[in-house]
Each structure stands twice: as C-alpha cells, then as structure tokens.
C-alpha cells in the first residue's frame, strides 16, 4: 500500500506542508476505509433481498392472475 499523507497548512502564515500519517492515523483510516466497505456490502445485499422479494411476491400474484396495479387499483 503507497504510504498515506496529511497537508498541514499553518493559517498565520500560509506555509504549507505534506507529512506522512502516523501509524495511528494510517490504522484508523484503514478501520474507516473497511467499515465504508461493509456498509456499501450489506446495503446492496440488502437491496438484493429486497429486489428477490418483490420478485417473488409478482410471481405469486401473477398465479393468483393478480398484477401489482390490480393491488393498487384495490388500495392494497
């Protein structure tokens, strides 16, 4: 992995500088970085069970000879 770097900009005088992150720095943006991607994975996971379901609820409804706007039709 590249190494990771901060830009400190000192206000008063507008110097600015690129400094490495510490070893702390580097593991809590990793921890961020990890904890982003398992929220995006369970979203879609999420997102595809909700998709599965709908699916299925149309498959049953189409046996019955029902179709979703026939169920809106009904206020349902």
Do not use: R, W, Y
Not at 3 to 17: A, E, F, R, Y
């Amino acid at each position: 992995m590249d190494m990771l770097n901060k830009l400190i900009v000192d206000g008063s005088t507008g110097k600015s500088q690129i400094v490495p992150f510490t070893e702390e720095e580097t593991a809590a943006h990793l921890a961020e970085q990890k904890k982003i991607a398992d929220e995006k994975a369970a979203l879609i996971t999420k997102e595809k069970a909700k998709a599965e379901a709908k699916a299925i609820a149309e498959t049953k409804l189409a046996a019955l000879g029902l179709t979703a706007e026939d169920l809106k039709a009904l206020g349902l």
